[in-house]
T-cell receptor
Framework: AQSVAQPEDQVNVAEGNPLTVKCTYS??????LFWYVQYPNRGLQFLLK??????LVKGSYGFEAEFNKSQTSFHLKKPSALVSDSALYFC????????????FGAGTRLFVKA | GAVVSQHPSRVICKSGTSVKIECRSL??????MFWYRQFPKKSLMLMAT?????????EQGVEKDKFLINHASLTLSTLTVTSAHPEDSSFYICSAGTSGSVSTDTQYFGPGTRLTVL
């Protein structure tokens, strides 16, 4: 089955430290991978995506993600966390099951402490 | 650009009534829109894919007669929850792509509608 997994329900990091939010996937064919962020009382916002090309993808708000085919991972990273980065992060994969649709991971809540 | 709006943002209704939620792409045309349901502390569950001018494609386990979807124009899709029950209470989110390339397109999400059925 095609799926995406976020193994951590919650990630805690101190402000100024680097952060990593993990994501692994299982798809047939080429993976189209996405990261979204959901702030309280707001809609999901697109951060970045990997379609093809360079394995390191840079996105909004200083976030980046590295596509690792051998490990089937697409971890989200940021060199220096901000308190304002505290939110719910979703990894997603676009799959073709007789029509394209997006499958979302369970989400990881990021807490950045001042 | 790429703004998606939803109306209403919150709705409270009595059990047995129907509720309509609108999803609009404000600055682009959306051939395809998606409707999701999000449970507390859970991920988004795709309910259906809404195609302009044709019938929606529902995911397995989603009752098409209960969740009526209409995509009458390239900027508007509606979700009607018919004969709502308390278990239908949830956060409903729509999304749309900008280019029509459904394989790689970025989806833009509405802010969601909180439905509470009493």
């Amino acid at each position: 089955a095609q799926s995406v997994a976020q193994p951590e329900d919650q990630v805690n990091v101190a402000e100024g430290n680097p952060l990593t939010v993990k994501c692994t996937y299982s798809v047939s064919g080429n993976p189209y991978l996405f990261w979204y962020v959901q702030y309280p009382n707001r809609g999901l916002q697109f951060l970045l995506k990997y379609i093809t090309g360079d394995n390191l993808v840079k996105g909004s708000y200083g976030f980046e993600a590295e596509f690792n085919k051998s490990q089937t991972s697409f971890h989200l990273k940021k060199p220096s966390a901000l308190v304002s980065d505290s939110a719910l992060y979703f990894c997603a994969v676009r799959v073709n099951t007789g029509g394209f649709k997006t499958i979302f991971g369970a989400g990881t809540r990021l807490f950045v402490k001042a | 650009g790429a703004v998606v709006s939803q109306h209403p943002s919150r709705v409270i209704c009595k059990s047995g009534t129907s509720v309509k939620i609108e999803c609009r792409s404000l600055d682009f045309q959306a051939t395809t829109m998606f409707w999701y349901r999000q449970f507390p502390k859970k991920s988004l569950m795709l309910m259906a894919t809404s195609n302009e001018g044709s019938k929606a494609t529902y995911e397995q386990g989603v009752e098409k007669d209960k969740f009526l979807i209409n995509h009458a124009s390239l900027t508007l899709s509606t979700l009607t929850v018919t004969s709502a029950h308390p278990e239908d209470s949830s956060f409903y989110i729509c999304s749309a792509g900008t280019s029509g390339s459904v394989s790689t397109d970025t989806q833009y999400f509405g802010p969601g509608t909180r439905l509470t059925v009493l």
